[in-house]
């Protein structure tokens, strides 16, 4: 594959407004960033923008068109990977399928058009007969047999593939990593948010690290998710190892007080059940055994903890993905900037730097939990999550 | 039937029972306020219930005993805390320390003298008594003759001279002593220290907020990073604080590094301005755009008498975090780090403060010198000093405070 020394780089985003997630990331290629010490300017040109839902009052695409001139608004999928001729004139895209006006099914899935957006991206690549790497924020699809097929047509047709949260490459507190080959038990992920959005970044949490376990990854058997009293019963039965709960829970910076008059005091089951209104647990078991517990719990804490329980440690292993999140505590979303950072990389190397096979579990795991709720906590069977791959050597959180 | 060999293992259990579980530190916390939220009360809470500390709720081994407050407003929390938690208050520090008996009854004593009503004096420093509630510790401990350990929060006192004896009654007495920020004990983004013994051409830290409170954390950040140069740490030559256009034209003039201060800044997570209006990330340095968001900067130039030179920016209006940058020799990038200051109420850091604060009580041993915060008190005191004197370069001969880095980084890692 030619890579040019500076290559020209396409963009394909559901929408384009202040926080979101196209804004973060387009404003990241076009401004540069801080990185490693510096302010980072990305040694290719993002020359073309195709934004699917304008609203005239929230969009900044024309903003930020009308002040990077190099950038062209593009009305197709289409014309903005060729520049507006025939053939693809690009040497990689970056797929945003974040925000926007988009219906939800009965399962209470956004319909995001990754996968449509993705369907657009590969024709452009079949008709032209080259294929460049492509960038997915988030999860692949909500549709699992969708996300499959995004999946497999980036090995038919070659190109390098990369997706996923910025969970796994932000900061740690501490700046930690799992030692390769750790026999991992049990992993649990105490987090935040809603079913099919945050659920997903809880799981790459838990995924970037478990990965790391002896083995590798092996897929995943079964799952159960558990809302409302059922989460309730399932944490006062034991069903995940309140040990590790409480471990995740001591590396959070966001714990909601408890008790009036105190800042800080580590809250009672009681007042979970008081301060958390919709709680919802994944739980499920890998092929090899090791199992895993993602927890939303909104109103008892704002931030993303994980803990594992790791063979020959007395105590658990835990530390925090660490979010600078712009509600109120920062400007920028600067998790975005190793997420990027690690898009480049794959545009200027070709090779993707973590594996999106990573990826391709989570967005399964994602719409199966949110299956799993919609049959109401039903225990499911996942066959189709027999996802095996080996995690990097090299860690690849954000460290310097 | 009791062997030999029954009795060994018997007192060997029962050895590491006591290790392990040894009497309850009896504390006494003397402070100005214990309001929600201010420094007396979210730290002297660590110790009625616990912090986390590396991915535990971390119980101290210690019990407070005694309290002394200072100032009692509406929204006072002393009160409840003692009938819940079961300790005293006294009306006086002596009968605090003394658990209204009279010897010394108390094993540690902490000293939070921030927050609460005090005046300001004409170069903008708030007297807080830290100095004068210590003296009454310190009297207790000479005429009872015994002394324990002692932490005092943030800077030691306003004035050199107080904070100077401070730290001579503490060697004077033979007890340990620790001061200071929460920030050189605090997450660091990246987590990572400057390698004892470095040559630092240049060192610059960027803050925010008023002075004196904020300009102190910034300068304690800047120390413990800038003190594990060469043989240590020799003391401040002179001081010099400028404000208004004059920090501009001194960058433009290379009075500081300009390329230190973008790389402080590439390091913040709310920069303001473009940031604040639409999320961008800018290169506020190249771009230009400081002058226009700050109006009334301020420079701290520090000059050490080994001729490292040193700048505090306070940028009120360019961001809202603590971002340090220095050029180290024989490394080609500025070595650059935010001291992460986590989110209102939790204020994780201030447990990590309070745990090195339990290592002293358990140890007897501080563990970083308490001469860093004499020498950021006294830097201090000489800037602000500059500032009402025609933003004057002072020599501070009394500055001339020696010591070593400790030897072990003291930032949060496990």
């Known amino acids: ?400 | 039937m009791l062997t030999r060999r029954t009795f060994l293992q018997s007192a060997a259990a029962t050895g590491v029972a006591f290790a392990q579980r040894s009497e309850p530190k009896r504390l006494a916390i003397i402070t100005t306020v214990y309001r929600y939220l201010s420094h007396g009360q979210h730290m002297g809470d660590r110790w009625l219930t616990g912090y986390p500390f590396e991915g535990a709720w971390h119980k101290p081994n210690a019990k407070v005993v005694s309290l002394y407050v200072d100032q009692t407003p509406e929204n006072d929390l002393s009160r409840d805390r003692a009938r819940e938690f079961g300790f005293q208050i006294y009306p006086t520090v002596a009968e605090t320390l003394r658990c209204g008996g009279d010897k010394l009854a108390v094993d540690a004593v902490l000293i939070i003298g921030e927050h609460g009503d005090y005046p300001r004096n004409e170069k903008g420093q708030i007297l807080y008594p830290r100095y004068e509630l210590f003296d009454q510790c310190v009297k207790v401990f000479e005429k009872d003759g015994r002394a324990v350990p002692v932490f005092n929060d943030k800077h030691l006192s306003y004035s050199f001279v107080k904070a100077k004896s401070m730290v001579d009654a503490s060697r004077r007495l033979h007890f340990p002593m620790l001061a200071g920020s929460s920030l050189p004990v605090t997450w660091r983004l990246p987590a990572f220290d400057l390698p004892p013994g470095c040559h630092i051409e240049e060192a610059l830290m960027v803050g925010e907020g008023g002075s004196d409170p904020m300009d102190f954390h910034a300068l304690e950040a800047m120390q413990c990073m800038i003190e594990r140069r060469g043989h240590g740490e020799t003391g401040v030559k002179a001081v010099q604080l400028i404000e208004g256009d004059a920090v501009w034209k001194a960058g433009e003039e290379g009075k500081y590094s300009k390329e230190l201060l973008a790389s402080a800044l590439s390091r913040s997570d709310t920069p303001l301005g473009l940031s604040f209006d639409d999320s961008r990330p800018q290169d506020m340095v190249r771009d230009g755009v400081l002058p226009q968001l700050v109006p009334n900067p301020a420079a701290y130039f520090i000059e050490y008498r080994d001729g490292l030179k040193a700048t505090l920016l306070m940028l009120n209006g360019a961001l809202r975090d603590f971002n340090f940058a220095a050029r180290v020799r024989g490394v080609k990038a500025p070595q650059s780090l935010q001291f992460l200051l986590t989110p209102e109420p939790n204020v994780t850091y201030s447990a990590c403060l309070m745990h090195k604060v339990e290592e002293m009580f358990e140890s007897r041993k501080a563990p970083y010198p308490v001469e860093r915060t004499l020498l950021t008190s006294g830097i201090l005191e000489s800037c602000l000093t500059s500032k009402v004197q025609g933003h004057a370069r002072l020599e501070t001969p009394h500055l001339n405070v020696a010591y070593n880095a400790p030897a072990t980084s003291q930032y949060p890692q496990a």
């Open chain 1, 1 to 400: 594959m030619n890579i040019p020394a500076r290559p020209k780089i396409a963009a394909v985003a559901t929408t384009f407004f202040k926080y979101s997630h196209a804004q973060h990331i387009v404003d990241r290629f076009l401004d540069g960033y801080g990185w490693n010490g510096v302010h980072h300017r990305p040694a290719m040109d993002l020359v073309s923008l195709y934004v699917d839902q304008v609203d005239p009052k929230t969009d900044l695409s024309r903003e930020r068109a009308a002040r990077h001139p190099q950038m062209k608004l593009f009305p197709t999928i289409a014309e903005a990977l060729t520049l507006g001729g025939n053939r693809l004139a690009v040497d990689g895209v970056v797929l945003i399928g974040e925000h926007g006006k988009y219906a939800r099914n009965e399962k209470g899935q956004t319909k995001y058009p990754r996968w449509e957006f993705f369907e657009q991206i590969v024709d452009v690549f079949r008709k032209s007969g080259r294929s460049v790497p492509v960038f997915n924020d988030k999860h692949l699809s909500w549709n699992w047999e969708w996300a499959r097929k995004m999946y497999d047509t980036s090995r038919e047709l070659g190109f390098a593939f990369m997706a996923g949260s910025s969970l796994p490459v932000t900061w740690r507190t501490p700046s930690v990593e799992m030692a390769l080959g750790s026999r991992v038990r049990e992993a649990m992920c105490v987090c935040y948010g809603g079913v099919d959005s945050y659920d997903f970044h809880g799981l790459e949490t838990i995924q970037c690290i478990t990965e790391r376990r002896r083995g590798g990854e092996t897929g995943v058997k079964w799952i159960q998710a558990y809302r409302g009293p059922a989460f309730w019963n399932a944490l006062r039965d034991g069903v995940w190892p309140r040990e590790l709960m409480e471990s995740a829970l001591c590396r959070s910076h966001t714990l909601t007080p408890a008790r009036p008059g105190f800042n800080d005091v580590f809250p009672t089951v009681d007042d979970m059940q008081r301060l958390v209104k919709d709680p919802v647990a994944y739980r499920y078991e890998h092929a090899d055994g090791t199992k895993c517990t993602m927890l939303l719990m909104s109103g008892l804490l704002r931030d993303f903890n994980f803990a594992a329980q790791v063979d020959g440690q007395r105590k658990p292993w835990s530390t925090q993905m660490y979010l600078p999140m712009p509600d109120g505590r920062t400007t920028l979303a600067s998790f975005f900037s190793p997420l990027v950072y690690n898009a480049e990389k794959m545009f200027l190397t070709g090779k993707p730097t973590y594996p999106v096979e990573r990826t391709l579990l989570t967005t399964g795991l994602t719409a199966a939990g949110v299956e799993s709720l919609y049959r109401k906590g039903e225990k499911l069977d996942t066959p189709h999550l027999a996802i095996r791959y080996q995690p990097t050597q090299e860690s690849t959180f954000e460290r310097s």
